[in-house]
């Protein structure tokens, strides 16, 4: 079991440290896995991210304790994961398409009632940090690369499982 504390999310407990560190970062991996795709990160979409987050922490859903923990200096942790992949979305993509994959490891092992809303909440994510910047003129339009991920394919929908 963890022996980090996740005081606030009483659904990590039967996390391991790693698993809880994983559910945490997944936000994260999403947004530089879809503002990345393109091979561009933009101020736009790490802005849309942190709005997605900042809205999530104040709801009242079940996903508000996790969010208060992720999206405290949500900014430095995006700049500080960004830093640990490859420069090249060529090398940093399959890495994070793997570590995503691991979410699917974990459906068990969470409250179905959050592992529901969580995976809803990356696939909002996803979309709207792909729908955020970019396009002619200013008008917000998706790559096709950030199509290919903001679909998020590599996670299996808890709820089916």
Known sequence: MSTLTFPMIPQFDKLTDAEGELILRAPILV???VAGADGHIDRKEIKEAMAVARKQKESASVLS???TIMAEDFEDKIKILI???PYESTQRTPLIVEELQSLNQLWPKLDRTFAD???KMLKNLA?????????LWGIKTVTPEEARYAALSMIR????I
């Open 31 to 33: 947004c530089i896995l």
């Open 65 to 67: 304790g996790f969010f």
């Open 83 to 85: 830093q640990s992949y």
């Open 117 to 119: 809303a969580y995976y």
């Open 127 to 135: 979309s709207r940090i792909a729908s955020s910047s970019g396009g």
């Open 157 to 160: 929908d808890p709820g089916a």
